[in-house]
Structures are given as C-alpha cells and as structure tokens.
C-alpha cells in the first residue's frame, strides 16, 4: 500500500488530505494515472512531488510502504 498526501487545491478536489493506494513498485508517472482514475485533479501534472520526503520525477519506483506527497504549485504577492 502507498499512502498519498494531497496538499492545497488538490486537497480539495480530493476531499481528504490523504488515501491509500493498493499498488507497489510502479512510476510516480503511473499513480498519477491511477490516482486520475478516482478523482478530478486538474494540476496533477503539474505538481511537485515527494516520496518519503524527498523530491522525485515521474519515473521514480514508487514501493509498498512509502508515502507520496503532491504539492501543487502556489502564488502568492
């Protein structure tokens, strides 16, 4: 199981700050998809992303027990 961590707007969309994903060994590439299958995330794909509290690309292997965070860009003044 991979636990996921949605901050700001995509907390939002999501309804929760965090879900737990069925799935090990797959592309962060590959979440997004899984993760596009359940919920409206319009800036997915343009979020930053963490797994265990480093930052990754879409291809870092994502494994049982890790957390992925998705940190949508922000704008501020």
């Given at each position: 199981m991979i636990d996921?961590?949605?901050?700001?707007?995509l907390r939002d969309a999501v309804?929760?700050?965090?879900?737990?994903?069925?799935?090990?060994?797959i592309t962060?590439?590959?979440l997004k998809e899984k993760l596009l299958e359940s919920y409206d995330l319009?800036?997915?794909q343009q979020a930053m992303i963490a797994i265990n509290e480093e930052y990754a690309t879409d291809d870092a292997i994502v494994?049982?027990?890790d957390v992925v965070?998705?940190?949508?860009?922000?704008?501020?003044g």
């Open positions: 996921v961590l949605f901050f700001a707007g309804g929760e700050s965090k879900v737990t994903v069925e799935a090990t060994n962060v590439e590959q319009p800036n997915l494994e049982n027990g965070a998705f940190i949508p860009p922000v704008s501020g």
